[in-house]
């Protein structure tokens, strides 16, 4: 296995933390990883705009990826210009069981 570091990257997080994952040796693509990274992080890979091997090189085919070397920083530059949306809680209303009429009972 080939265990990287992989975050998000938005600047405006305060704590902007790394997970760990591991990708087979025998399957080291760029579409595997972005899957991989895509499935650890909770974002939808349609939302992924590139790769970024920290600090400053842009994945952008296989051989890229099978160049990775254990423990490498990389970054996910989302498209979304409002980062918070892929992140942010539903609104009451929005949530399952939410009753619109109960909630405008008085008392």
Do not use: W
């Amino acid at each position: 296995e080939l265990v990287l570091k992989v975050r998000i990257q938005n600047p405006n997080l305060r704590e902007n933390d790394f997970i760990e994952i591991e990708l087979d040796r025998q399957e080291l693509t760029y579409k595997e990883l972005l899957r991989v990274s895509c499935r650890e992080l909770g974002v939808n890979p349609e939302h992924v705009q590139k790769i970024r091997k920290l600090p400053n090189t842009m994945l952008r085919k296989d051989k890229d990826v099978a160049r990775l070397q254990d423990f490498q920083e990389l970054e996910l530059v989302l498209t979304v210009s409002d980062k918070n949306l892929l992140f942010r809680v539903p609104a009451l209303s929005e949530q399952s069981g939410y009753n619109k009429k109960a909630s405008e009972l008085t008392y």
